[in-house]
T-cell receptor, first 115, second 112 residues
Framework: GAGVSQSPSNKVTEKGKDVELRCDPI?????LYWYRQSLGQGLEFLIY????????KSGLPSDRFSAERTGGSVSTLTIQRTQQEDSAVYLC?????????????FGSGTRLTVV | GESVGLHLPTLSVQEGDNSIINCAYS??????FIWYKQESGKGPQFIID?????DKRQGQRVTVLLNKTVKHLSLQIAATQPGDSAVYFC???????????FGKGTMLLVSP
């Protein structure tokens, strides 16, 4: 597609519920990243996918967070048993390849509110 | 761990002024830096990048300066316009590492 598409744009969920956030990267981009942006804060790295390699999950804050990328394209970030501190904007980005020298193209994010 | 930081959380300027947004980084191994602009409700948008073998790089109305001696990065915006109002982030990475580390951001407010 023309850009990185994320859905939903907004999600309000009750504490304890599971949520799924979707990211459609730019066609042909082999690298995909998830970041979290809390109010007034910078971007916190969550997870990185590169081609068929095992993902870098080093940024996931707890085992309630998981992500997958099917067919090297669409990615889903799942948060189980949501907590209020999970409220944030979840940003997805893609790039032509991983590694130094490739800037990301970001989606507009999913604003998650846990009530 | 090491991270990128910014000196000023908010910068207010008048339309037509030149703006300078600063960023300090602490990872001496970082060799690639990017500035992003984030408007309200949108994802960050690439502005300009610079590699560590350069001190300066210019784009349209924007210039990035890199001082490796003091680990300092700046973004200069010439003739600032109201449309430049946004949060600006610097980000860093280094060869062999696949993800970017972002600073907290500086909000630029441009008054007409």
């Amino acid at each position: 597609g023309a850009g990185v598409s994320q859905s939903p744009s907004n999600k309000v969920t009750e504490k304890g519920k599971d949520v799924e956030l979707r990211c459609d990267p730019i066609s042909g981009h082999t690298a995909l990243y998830w970041y979290r942006q809390s109010l007034g804060q910078g971007l916190e790295f969550l997870i990185y996918f590169q081609g068929n390699s095992a993902p870098d999950k080093s940024g996931l804050p707890s085992d309630r967070f998981s992500a997958e990328r099917t067919g090297g394209s669409v990615s889903t970030l799942t948060i189980q048993r949501t907590q209020q501190e999970d409220s944030a904007v979840y940003l997805c980005a893609s790039s032509l390849a991983g590694g130094t020298g490739n800037s990301y193209t970001f989606g507009s994010g999913t604003r998650l509110t846990v009530v | 761990g090491e991270s990128v930081g910014l000196h000023l959380p908010t910068l207010s300027v008048q339309e037509g002024d030149n703006s300078i947004i600063n960023c300090a980084y602490s990872n001496s191994a970082s060799d690639y830096f990017i500035w992003y602009k984030q408007e309200s409700g949108k994802g960050p948008q690439f502005i300009i990048d610079i590699r560590s073998n350069m001190d300066k790089r210019q784009g349209q109305r924007v210039t990035v300066l890199l001082n490796k001696t003091v680990k300092h990065l700046s973004l200069q915006i010439a003739a600032t316009q109201p449309g430049d109002s946004a949060v600006y982030f610097c980000a860093e990475t280094f060869t062999g590492y696949s993800t970017l580390t972002f600073g907290k951001g500086t909000m630029l407010l441009v008054s007409p």
